[in-house]
Nanobody, 129 residues
Framework: VQLQASGGGLVQAGGSLTLSCAAS????????MGWFRRAPGKDREFVAR??????????TYGDSVKGRFTISRDNAKNTVYLQMSSLKPEDTAVYYC?????????????????????WGQGTQVTVSS
């Protein structure tokens, strides 16, 4: 599986930005997709996850982004999105998309870097104050 993330850029605090991640593969709808981020000098942080078709819960979020970010997917386009709003300077990071296939059923793995099998190259998001 190959992933191509895009949509990063520079935005002012309070603004919005949408990231995209296009995936290869003929069974994209069955993939669980995740977003992580890494800020300078910090560990990788779980951002969001969306399950494959029919999964429950459909989406989960990291505590620091809950209520501000929304993960979604378009299976016809093999693409997952991360809509980010009310951005803060502390959201500045490189954002990575990832695939968990076949999706792990242990929920504790969903928020860990090791719980995913393939990674995109990352896209930089910078939020100015």
């Amino acid at each position: 599986v190959q992933l191509q993330a895009s949509g990063g850029g520079l935005v002012q605090a309070g603004g919005s930005l949408t990231l995209s991640c296009a995936a290869s593969g003929r069974t994209f709808s069955s993939y669980a997709m995740g977003w992580f981020r890494r800020a300078p000098g910090k560990d990788r942080e779980f951002v969001a996850r969306i399950g494959g078709s029919g999964s429950s819960p459909p989406a989960t979020y990291g505590d620091s982004v809950k209520g501000r970010f929304t993960i979604s997917r378009d299976n016809a386009k093999n693409t997952v999105y991360l809509q980010m709003s009310s951005l803060k300077p502390e959201d500045t990071a490189v954002y990575y998309c990832a695939v968990d296939v076949p999706p792990r059923t242990v929920m504790s793995a969903w928020r860990t870097w090791a719980g995913y099998d393939y990674w995109g190259q990352g896209t930089q998001v910078t939020v100015s104050s």
